[in-house]
């Protein structure tokens, strides 16, 4: 049984910069809610109320965002704001969320073993929440139903375009159904004519504990960071592993575009907001 989720938090943002240079990324609002919250949101619809966040120095605001406020609830009471104050209540009581602090940047898989201990010898979904992913089912949820059946780790991917693929992991593997492939490898940032599919592995994943021990076996690369996929690929040789084409849109809000498109696309959901950024988009002169 998945319980726990892990949310990576620790980096510098620097895609991001002027605005990450005293702000987390993490907590930069989209729309009225910092991309974060989504990512914990998505964990509880998911069924995981076990929530672990890795950050680092400077992400004290990520904390500040999921605990009490009683000065502002007080407030809020006060002037009998009682929609806002049942939102913000509802934010503390999201998830029970635990911090780890990554102490030195070395990558996303030192980060992920900080969290060994706090997740013991138990499977945990992984969330990189830069890809927020808006779905009916939360992916999360989509990716433990694989897990639960196959028993094996899973990682989510999408297709993407010849461009795009020297920015992601890429999976090579078998059809095991539809939209699931049982992996025969990964390879982390190959040339678009070297890629052994166009599936980029996205911020979603659920896996088993034994991913710790592989990444403590992982050897730092040349830039002295430890990655993910060099332990995902290491603990593919001792265990099945498979790639779930999640039904969903994703949004990279790390990047100043991506950040952009999900706002226009989150607002234009929104009853209250749809029709007048609906008129405003209408009359913007694309031509200026």
């Known amino acids: 049984m998945v319980r726990k989720a892990v949310i990576l938090a620790a980096g510098f943002g620097t895609r991001m910069l002027p605005a990450t240079k005293a702000q987390p990324k993490e907590a930069l609002p989209l729309v009225d809610k910092p991309i974060i ?63 780890v602090r990554q102490h030195e940047q070395l990558g996303i898989g030192h980060a992920v073993l ?49 461009q795009e693929v020297p920015n992601y992991g890429i999976v090579d593997g078998e059809p095991a159904g539809e939209g699931l492939w049982r992996l025969r490898g990964l390879v982390e940032k190959p040339a678009a004519k070297d890629a052994p599919s ?49 039904d969903g849109r994703r949004y990279d809000t790390g990047r100043p575009l991506g950040l952009l498109k999900a706002s226009i696309d989150v607002a234009l959901s929104r009853d209250d907001l749809k029709d007048e950024l609906a008129a405003y988009l209408r009359s913007i002169d694309l031509g200026r």
């Open 198 to 246: 166009n599936l980029g592995i996205v911020g979603r994943y659920v896996l088993t504990p034994e991913i710790f021990d592989a990444l403590a076996e992982t050897k730092a690369g040349k830039n002295g960071e430890i990655q993910i996929t060099d332990g995902l690929v290491r603990l593919l040789k001792h265990q099945p592993m498979f790639a779930k084409r999640f």
């Open 114 to 162: 900080q969290v060994r201990n706090v997740v013991g010898r138990e499977p945990f979904a992984l969330f990189f929440p830069d890809d927020v992913i808006i779905s009916a089912v939360p992916a999360a949820r989509q990716l433990i139903h694989i897990f639960t059946e196959c028993r094996g780790s899973v990682l989510a991917v999408e297709e993407v375009p010849p």
């Open 37 to 99: 919250q989504y990512a914990v949101e998505e964990a509880a619809a998911s069924g995981l109320n076990e929530v672990i966040i890795v950050t680092s120095i400077g992400k004290r605001a990520v904390e500040d965002h999921f605990d009490r406020a009683l000065e502002l609830e007080q407030a809020l009471e006060a002037k009998g704001d009682y929609a806002r104050l049942a939102e913000i209540r509802r934010i503390n009581d999201l998830a029970d969320i635990v911090y």
